[in-house]
């Protein structure tokens, strides 16, 4: 399977990777609701055994539970994937959540994600937002100096902008930025994408399928009936007018999928590919039916005409 270089590393990663944020499930502060227990490992060896060859995950997702389940998805698993996770956002014993960059703090984090992954070295550890600004220089340092320990092999951020990107690597070389991306999230193309082009700066993009709104299993019944602590429900894109204009260009993804005998997530997860600055797409799934629907993005790619086909819908929906 083709695998790119992520940045200046020497991780050599699929097209796409396993995105753990679902399967943190429910009860804290930005889950997608609760999630089935018995579906999670399953689903995490169904897009393993299709290939894909990273995990992406968070202490935060789950408040840490994520980075546990994804520790026994890898119990005697062989080969192993790279795994990345991130720091900075921590929690009070309430469940409240909160942001740190203060060194004490980004360490006993490390040490917290590296205990809960049940590894002794963390493939890419990176900032998960840059908050408080402030810190950056103090949290990049300490990352800098776990590297140095052998506690993380590579450093990557996530949701920083060019400035606060170059800040980081007045310090530390940036292997890699983790950005919102998608067909209806494309904000990072002005100035982000380009400064990582010029720069080497591996990008894998999260939510490509705009946090499942581009799947193809979307409906406004569906948006309507999203359990009360899903943070889907405050999104722009869910809430009309773009929730209307959002489905109505999936049909049109739905439209280029059945040429191909592809789904309109696929065609999605295609269509963030095709930029040149990305390397990778983090793409979410919560059972192994849902892995069955994504896993074509593996090396299905878009034809100019259809790419252009789709920035014509775009355009259209934008003028009415």
């Not at 996770?85 to 917290?112: F, H, M, N, Q, Y």
């Not at 408080?132 to 103090?138: A, F, H, T």
């Not at 789709?310 to 934008?318: N, P, R, T, Y």
């Amino acid at each position: 399977m083709k695998t790119s270089q992520l940045g200046n590393s020497d991780l050599q990663i699929t097209p796409i990777g396993i995105g753990a944020w679902a399967i943190g499930g429910g009860g804290w502060n930005g889950s997608m609701g609760p999630q089935n227990e018995g579906d999670s490992i399953p689903a995490i060896h169904a897009a393993l055994d299709h290939g894909l060859n990273w995990i992406d995950t968070a202490a935060l997702y789950g408040l840490g539970h994520s980075e546990e389940v994804v520790a026994r998805a890898l119990e005697g698993r062989s080969p192993r994937p790279y795994v990345f996770t991130k720091c900075e956002r921590i929690w009070d014993p309430t469940g409240r959540v909160g942001a740190s960059l203060k060194a004490p703090s980004i360490r006993r984090e490390c040490e917290d994600s590296l205990r809960r992954l049940k590894t002794d070295v963390i493939d890419l550890y990176q900032i998960h937002w840059p908050e408080p600004d402030e810190d950056i220089e103090e949290g990049w340092t300490e990352m800098a100096r776990l590297q140095e320990e052998g506690k993380v092999r590579y450093l990557g951020v996530s949701n920083f902008s060019v400035q606060q990107m170059k800040r980081a690597e007045d310090i530390a070389p940036v292997t890699s930025l983790q950005p919102p991306y998608s067909i209806v999230t494309r904000e990072i193309e002005q100035e982000i994408l380009p400064y990582a082009g010029r720069h080497s700066i591996g990008v894998i993009v999260y939510s490509p399928m705009s946090a499942g709104l581009l799947t193809g299993a979307m409906t406004h019944e569906r948006v309507a009936n999203f359990a009360q602590e899903d943070w889907r429900r405050s999104l722009p894109n869910f809430r009309e007018p773009r929730l209307s204009r959002n489905l109505r260009l999936v049909e049109h993804l739905r439209e280029i999928g059945k040429r191909h005998g592809r789904t309109p997530g696929e065609v999605a997860i295609a269509w963030t590919l095709n930029h040149p600055a990305v390397t990778g797409a983090i793409v979410g799934f919560r059972s192994p039916q849902q892995v069955a629907g994504i896993v074509g993005a593996l090396e299905f790619r878009l034809p100019p005409p259809e790419l252009a086909e789709i920035e014509k819908a775009l355009q259209g929906e934008a003028a009415a």
